[in-house]
T-cell receptor
């Protein structure tokens, strides 16, 4: 089915481990985004990408790495997870700045 | 950068009553103001948006108003129903142009509960 998917939906990991969250969209949207959602902070932009091989930092990029080798995929990697990265992560995509963003279902990450 | 403040953080109304959620923004250059609804366990979904050249926009029971001078915008839901219970986010951005993406800045969200 067309849409935007995220995997895994739930993840528990230990401090210091590397973990990668996956995002896949089938619309061929140029723009893709990663947000984290925390109580009291709303949605904060981590990284975004305007096209394959073009990425840029958002509001809270520290501790995260992204790549975009293919238009449809935009993985987010936590190189050495910390407890402060416990959050719900949302991926989103859009055609271009003039259109709405479509959000995936989210990944709930717990770092113990 | 842009800063968006949203109030209240929680709102409880009786079914059939109206609900109003308010947001203020700091960057006078912002010109696009969407509202998203997030149901439990799901990602946010756009429900209505407004551009800076429009003062009000309606879609059935939902309306958004914009006051550019005061830099605030509001979501109005009339005749609330239990299925309106969700978290609502306002956001602001400068639409258009190339590069940089549509970097929405979100408010902190409002938990709306519609009670029977």
């Amino acid at each position: 089915d067309a849409g935007i998917t995220q995997s895994p939906r739930y993840k528990i990991t230990e401090t210091g481990r590397q973990v990668t969250l996956m995002c896949h969209q089938t619309w061929s949207h140029s723009y893709m985004f990663w947000y984290r959602q925390d109580l009291g902070h709303g949605l904060r932009l981590i990284y975004y990408s305007a096209a394959a091989d073009i990425t840029d930092k958002g509001e809270v990029p520290d501790g995260y790495v992204v790549s975009r080798s293919k238009t449809e995929n935009f993985p987010l990697t936590l190189e050495s997870a910390t407890r402060s990265q416990t959050s719900v992560y949302f991926c989103a995509s859009s055609w271009d700045p003039r259109y709405e963003q479509y959000f995936g279902p989210g990944t709930r990450l717990t770092v113990t | 950068g842009e800063n968006v403040e949203q109030h209240p953080s929680t709102l409880s109304v009786q079914e059939g009553d109206s609900a109003v959620i308010k947001c203020t923004y700091s960057d006078s250059a912002s010109n696009y103001f969407p509202w998203y609804k997030q149901e439990l366990g799901k990602g946010p979904q756009l429900i209505i948006d407004i551009r800076s050249n429009v003062g009000e926009k309606k879609d059935q029971r939902i309306a958004v108003t914009l006051n550019k001078t005061a830099k605030h915008f509001s979501l109005h839901i009339t005749e609330t129903q239990p299925e309106d219970s969700a978290v609502y986010f306002c956001a602001a951005s400068k639409r258009g142009g190339t590069g940089g993406g549509n970097k929405l800045t979100f408010g902190t969200g409002t938990q709306l509960k519609v009670e029977l």
